[in-house]
């Protein structure tokens, strides 16, 4: 064992001799994870995450109605900022020197200045009373990586302030059947109409049916939910992307050894091959296990909290830094040169990561793609992770996640030990 | 010219017959972006406009209801499709596509089930709802709330819930508040018209008033609509990840081929095989201009193979034929050509200034990172401050935009190719010249 530990040691002291390491086990996982989080975080919370959202606005009717539907806009979240309507001194539309035109609008929207332009058109509030059909144009940057919440806002406004017009319109319709009679002339109608609408909205206003939306609490009761949203799927997603990255190298690393015949001169030392590939297996594995120590080390600093029981979080842990170490010995039997090496694993690293929920949350993708996202052991270590970090998860919970990562284990390291080649 | 040309065919020779290269350059940009390209396949077709499908919901329907109606049936009816329904009523609704919806009976147990994970969310609907929310004769509207409980875990499709849900308390609420509002209404005229008053009470006491209301809980005549357009005031075409996600993983994995390609020029020099080169009768810019033209050819190729494989793969996904990338090649073609230009420009640049091999590998890892995550080929970082104003220093990001543009049938990618051409010219011309003067045989 003593003889293990010390091949493992060596191994460690030349991977942690190379400068590049740090950049690769800390500053790259820390800075993606930072990153992906923030990002994740506003995809997954349906609301911006900015402070402020820029809404440009372009008016064409500057009348009472069309004021009530963008008061009605505004209020919708509190970010939103309608430009050049809220306008201040301090700038918050970000207009620098420039006037407001249509033209600005056009820039500010394409350059993803303002997220979102709404228009008007002129005679908005007179076709509206007249009982005709109206469309507001928007448009937005909104695409799936940027989920609409600034349109969601508007037509939930939209069908209100269409709640009232719908009164309107059927009330009138309503009581002329009722009473052919009754509206003796056109004016008569039309005030009918508008004391519906009045009262309709009215009615509105007292928000008759609202929608209280109840963000269930995460595993910690003080931990604000979209941190957790955020880097609770950044923060182990990008670890366990970064442990393959950390873990895989060995593959060019024993086909290097083996053309430099270091490997070769570790067998003709008093050594058995057990010892010397379980001293370079180990190296990697801890160079896996101090991967995922950085990266969930700084998520703690974000404010991610990993559930009530350590012991299921390490076992995951564990388990999957020992599934990517054996499947690196797998690996490692079927490739002949560094090139191919290099090659296979970035391969493998880059597909099996975001086919595993690493990159996003598995549940945005079709009920398909998740079942194949399953070859991936990151699929399984991370069902364990939102188990843990959502869920209030335990080690009971876990436990398939990690039975199934150590039967991969077995059968990669069964079929690497059974064709590794020590020349 | 000849020998540039001939520098520039033996860096695509040793590139293009190097299968690990090629694994590196097309199968793993290709491969990433059908990955993509399938977890948003949601937004190919018509009308995808949403990612996810199937959504799991538990409906707890806790309305008494009234003598006449239940208005919580609504959202069990709209959501939960019948025992025994049709395939044509399965797809007559495309909200049973949506959502799998389930009843509930018990709150709390919905609301467990939500935290344990079974549903991303619940929707309940209080007991006194209809009571609330229907009108009666001296029982006006009340403000009543339905709870959406959501999964932290899963916001996405809890977020899409919360918008049926709005959807539909909002159309119940028209249907409902026209009725009120056109009663009260009524009322109101009949305590001003005598004659309208007497026909109107006669009616009401004969139950020959019977005003159907249902056109009011129709959505069909809200008379105010949004009509959605794209940010060029084209009306919205279908989002095609693939455009955002595979161009956008072809420039990242680009600029390793232009980072690594001009890298391998300082390895050369270390290995001693560019100091040969120079020995010969060849001036030493018509080496080094061989040698920076074959890393732009190489970028040239990747990426317009990669375009061409994202097509097939688009085609194969959404089912038909389909040129993903407009129908405007020749903007296609000057896009490829300007962001290769860019990024073999960075690349001539980097190995310009950094001493090893071993320091350009590390500096232009960094650099390929930090500009794939500039660029979007992870996430798109537009909504966050702070980052998403550096984006615009990359030839990712003008690269993805102009793509993404003409994919959405916007040709106005002028100044898209002017940045990047000026980035690929500057970097390229002060590139070769600080290397040239830094050759140290």
Redesign the interface.
Known sequence: MTKTLQIALNDLRLIFKDPSIWLNLVLIPIALSYVVGLASGSLNSGAPSTPTVLIDVIDGDNSALSAAFLTDVRDAYPGFVLCPLDQTDADVCAFGDEAFTPQLAQTRLEDKIALAMIEIPAGFESQINAGENVSLIYRSNETAAAPGYILQAVQSVTQRLGGALTAARVGTDVASTFDPVAFGDPDQQAAFGADVRERAAEIWAANPISVDYVVSRTVEESQPSSTQAGFGQSIPGMASMYVMFAIFPAVAGFILERKQWTLQRLVTMPLSRAQILGGKLIARFVVGMIQYTVVFAFGLLLGVRYGNDVLALVLLMLSFVLCITALTLAITTLLKNAAQANGITLFLSLTLAPLGGAWWALEIVPSWMRTIGHVSPVAWVMDGYRSLLFYGGSLSTVMPSILVLLAMTAVFFAFGVARFKFD | MTKILTIAWKELYTTYT????L??MI??PL??AT??G??????FGNGG?L????IDVAIVNLDQGTETLNNGDVFVSVLVPPADASPETLLDNPLYELTNAVELSDADAA?AA????TY?AAIIIPADFSEK?SYGQND????????????????????VI??L???I??????G???V???I???I??AQTDPA?GL??LS?SNNDA?N???T??FD?A?????????????ESAIT?N?LV?FGSAQAVFFMMFTALGGANSLLEERRDGTFQRQIVTPTPRIVLLLGKFLGVFLNCVIQVAFLCLALTVVGSLLEGRINFIWGNNLFLVALVVITVALASSGIGTIVAALVKTP?QG??IG??IS?AFG?LG?A????????G??EFRVITPNYWGVDAFTKLAQGDQNIGLNLLVMVGIGVVFFALGVIIFNRRLNV
């Open positions: 190097d299968r690990s290269l694994l590196i199968v793993t491969a990433l990955i993509i399938s977890a948003f396949s949601g937004f406009d990612p996810i499908r199937d609301r939500v935290d344990e994970g991303p929310v006006p509207i009340q403000p009543v709330a339905i709870e959406v409980y959501a999964s932290s875990a899963s916001p996405v499709s809890a977020s919360r918008t849900a709005e959807s308390a909002n159309q119940i609420a028209t409902n508040v026209t009120q509002a056109t009260d209404a009524m109101a005229r309208f026909r109107f009616a008033f005003p159907d209301f056109p009011a959505p005549n809200n008379p105010l609509t949004i009509e959605q357009q794209t940010v060029t005031g989002f990840p955002v071993e590998n590390i890892g960094v990172l995550v979007g992870f996430f798109s970082v537009d909504g966050i401050p980052i998403r």
